[in-house]
């Protein structure tokens, strides 16, 4: 054998072994998909599941989380393809919807199916009762988003008007609303979890209602994206949403505890034991999804809720702006968190 032959196997072996080692990190590295969630919450905890317990990897994709408080910025990074999904508020589908979108923002899986804020007393007096808020300061979210919404809905439903019967506080953002109430401002107000928690245990006040159990079923959170990217990737939509149903069968499986270590690693600066009160808090007033399908019922629910608050121009039917296709073929195919 020449010394040329000699050097050009071991070059064909060598560039041989560089091909099959790149292929293996492709494969690895799965199909990016950005996500972009409204704000990091145990409310979310399936979110957090699915990556924590590798359901998107199973599937082949490679899933970059992005928090980005406001469903206004989320929806704006969504429209300009900043992500590729976005976790957020149902509602901000419609909104777009209602502007006559020309590549309208499409619902394709629920991920929580009450709302997650609760009524936190400064002082509790007793049994709690709704009329007690009359007279008080209520401290309450922002206009126009599901929180406030899901709130008035609730407040009207037991006879409270919120503009005359109490002083309504909804000019502070989202991310400082729980800083305004530590700091002594009003009786009362509208917290998510863990934060609620959070203040408990701080000796702050007390949870004397859930807002989500008194308002319904309705697609509160939900994983949406352009009809154009779904149009485009069908099967990574499907393989992401198979991801969900895993993590919502896993968490309906699990116990709040368990729930906490596996979501840990995206609240650090959070006390396990906060965690765990939050989670279990959401579980028992069935606030998780257990399937990612939205269902005329709920929907129309939270037309109603929109309505009621005045930001809804038409009653947008169902099938205009939700594609149950992948959630339902999900739920029929998943039967376990194992993927069986």
Same mark, same amino acid.
């Given at each position: 054998?020449?010394i040329k032959?000699?050097l050009a196997?071991?070059l064909?072996l060598?560039?041989?072994?560089?091909?099959v080692?790149?292929g293996?990190?492709?494969?690895q590295?799965?199909?990016k998909?950005?996500?972009?969630e409204?704000?990091r919450?145990v409310f979310y905890a399936?979110?957090?599941?699915?990556?924590?317990?590798?359901?998107?990897k199973?599937e082949?994709?490679?899933?970059?989380l992005?928090t980005i408080p406001?469903?206004?910025k989320?929806?704006?990074?969504?429209?300009?393809?900043a992500?590729?999904v976005?976790?957020?508020?149902?509602?901000?589908?419609?909104?777009?919807?209602?502007?006559?979108?020309?590549?309208?923002?499409?619902n394709?899986?629920?991920?929580?199916?009450?709302d997650?804020t609760?009524?936190f007393?400064?002082?509790?007096?007793?049994?709690f009762?709704?009329d007690?808020?009359?007279?008080?300061?209520f401290?309450?979210?922002?206009a126009?988003g599901?929180?406030q919404?899901?709130?008035?809905?609730?407040?009207?439903?037991?006879?409270i008007?919120?503009?005359?019967d109490?002083t309504l506080?909804q000019n502070?953002d989202?991310a400082n609303i729980?800083?305004?109430?530590?700091s002594g401002?009003g009786?009362?107000?509208q *917290?998510?979890?863990p934060?609620a928690?959070? !203040?408990e245990?701080?000796?702050?006040?007390?949870v004397?209602a #859930?807002? +989500?159990v008194?308002s319904?079923y309705?697609?509160?959170?939900v994983?949406?994206?352009k009809?154009?990217?779904i149009s485009?990737n069908g099967d990574?939509?499907?393989?992401?949403?198979?991801a969900?149903q895993?993590a919502?069968?896993?968490?309906?499986e699990?116990?709040?505890?368990?729930i906490?270590?596996?979501v840990?690693p995206?609240f650090?600066?959070?006390d396990q034991?906060i965690?765990?009160?939050?989670?279990n808090?959401y579980?028992?007033?069935?606030?998780y999804?257990?399937?990612?399908v939205?269902?005329?019922?709920?929907?129309?629910?939270?037309?109603d809720?929109?309505?009621h608050?005045?930001e809804?121009?038409?009653?947008?039917? *169902?099938?205009?702006?939700?594609d149950n296709? !992948?959630a339902?073929?999900?739920e029929?195919e998943i039967?376990t #968190?194992? +993927?069986?």
């Amino acid at each position: 054998m020449t010394i040329k032959k000699k050097l050009a196997l071991p070059l064909l072996l060598l560039v041989l072994c560089f091909s099959v080692l790149a292929g293996c990190g492709t494969e690895q590295a799965g199909v990016k998909v950005k996500v972009g969630e409204v704000t990091r919450s145990v409310f979310y905890a399936p979110e957090y599941v699915a990556l924590s317990q590798g359901f998107f990897k199973d599937e082949g994709l490679d899933v970059e989380l992005q928090t980005i408080p406001g469903g206004d910025k989320t929806m704006t990074a969504l429209l300009s393809g900043a992500i590729d999904v976005a976790l957020v508020g149902s509602e901000t589908s419609i909104y777009v919807a209602q502007q006559g979108a020309d590549d309208p923002v499409i619902n394709f899986a629920q991920l929580t199916q009450r709302d997650g804020t609760f009524l936190f007393a400064r002082k509790a007096e007793g049994e709690f009762s709704w009329d007690q808020l009359k007279g008080s300061t209520f401290l309450g979210q922002r206009a126009g988003g599901m929180p406030q919404m899901a709130g008035a809905f609730t407040l009207h439903n037991k006879g409270i008007d919120a503009g005359k019967d109490l002083t309504l506080i909804q000019n502070i953002d989202f991310a400082n609303i729980a800083g305004a109430f530590a700091s002594g401002t009003g009786d009362y107000v509208q *917290l998510f979890e863990p934060q609620a928690s959070i !203040f408990e245990s701080e000796g702050r006040g007390t949870v004397v209602a #859930s807002f +989500g159990v008194e308002s319904g079923y309705l697609p509160y959170t939900v994983f949406m994206s352009k009809q154009s990217y779904i149009s485009k990737n069908g099967d990574t939509v499907q393989k992401f949403t198979n991801a969900v149903q895993r993590a919502q069968l896993w968490v309906k499986e699990h116990s709040a505890e368990e729930i906490a270590e596996a979501v840990m690693p995206y609240f650090e600066n959070t006390d396990q034991g906060i965690v765990i009160s939050a989670i279990n808090r959401y579980k028992e007033q069935d606030t998780y999804a257990v399937n990612p399908v939205i269902d005329d019922k709920e929907w129309n629910n939270l037309l109603d809720v929109i309505e009621h608050a005045g930001e809804l121009q038409e009653r947008i039917p *169902l099938e205009k702006i939700v594609d149950n296709s !992948f959630a339902g073929k999900a739920e029929a195919e998943i039967k376990t #968190s194992s +993927g069986k």
